[in-house]
T-cell receptor, first 113, second 112 residues
Framework: AQSVAQPEDQVNVAEGNPLTVKCTYS??????LFWYVQYPNRGLQFLLK??????LVKGSYGFEAEFNKSQTSFHLKKPSALVSDSALYFC???????????FGTGTRLTVIP | EAQVTQNPRYLITVTGKKLTVTCSQN?????MSWYRQDPGLGLRQIYY???????DKGDVPEGYKVSRKEKRNFPLILESPSPNQTSLYFC???????????FGPGTRLTVL
């Protein structure tokens, strides 16, 4: 069975500092991995995905994520945080050949001015 | 503009009063899905549809129904709502195989 863990409910970071939001997963076969962001009173917006290829994936708004197969992780990163990055972030996984996404419980990122 | 729309955005109702939340997408996506979002639980899938007239249960289908008579529409039906169905509901759609789902703005449902 597939599962996603986001070990931190809340991450606080100072504006201008690098940020990391952690995600680990468990899935049969090769995973398809995703990050979504949810701003207040909005739906989820796609940030980036890993399907295959380069382990470092670049996405929207300057975010990137690193796929680490041995650690079964897909951490979201950004070199310099902005106050406007404050939001709820979800990691999701999909098994090869499936269409359904399985989401983590979310991490609330707060960037402090 | 490519989008997924949901109506209503907010709904307060009483136990047992049937309701329908509509979902429509204009991207010609085959795959559509309903999720509920609850604090500390993330998003959990209720039902999904691979195409017209093809629907299947997700992780938390109890108390919900869906239909897919047209490709663009995927309504969520609560025939007898209960307070434990108070939640934030999202509809999503995608092309099969890409995995990148597009989400609607959400429907906040309160069942008294």
């Amino acid at each position: 069975a597939q599962s996603v863990a986001q070990p931190e409910d809340q991450v606080n970071v100072a504006e201008g500092n690098p940020l990391t939001v952690k995600c680990t997963y468990s899935v049969s076969g090769n995973p398809y991995l995703f990050w979504y962001v949810q701003y207040p009173n909005r739906g989820l917006q796609f940030l980036l995905k890993y399907i295959t290829g380069d382990n470092l994936v670049k996405g929207s708004y300057g975010f990137e994520a690193e796929f680490n197969k041995s650690q079964t992780s897909f951490h979201l990163k950004k070199p310099s945080a902005l106050v406007s990055d404050s939001a709820l972030y979800f990691c999701a996984v999909r098994e090869t050949g499936a269409n359904n996404l399985f989401f983590g419980t979310g991490t609330r990122l707060t960037v402090i001015p | 503009e490519a989008q997924v729309t949901q109506n209503p955005r907010y709904l307060i109702t009483v136990t047992g009063k049937k309701l329908t939340v509509t979902c429509s997408q204009n991207m010609n996506h085959e795959y559509m899905s309903w999720y509920r979002q609850d604090p500390g639980l993330g998003l959990r899938q209720i039902y999904y549809s691979m195409n017209v007239e093809v629907t299947d249960k997700g992780d938390v289908p109890e108390g919900y129904k869906v239909s897919r008579k047209e490709k663009r529409n995927f309504p969520l039906i609560l025939e007898s709502p209960s307070p434990n169905q108070t939640s934030l509901y999202f509809c999503a759609s995608s092309f099969p195989g890409t995995g990148e789902q597009f989400f609607g703005p959400g429907t906040r449902l309160t069942v008294l």
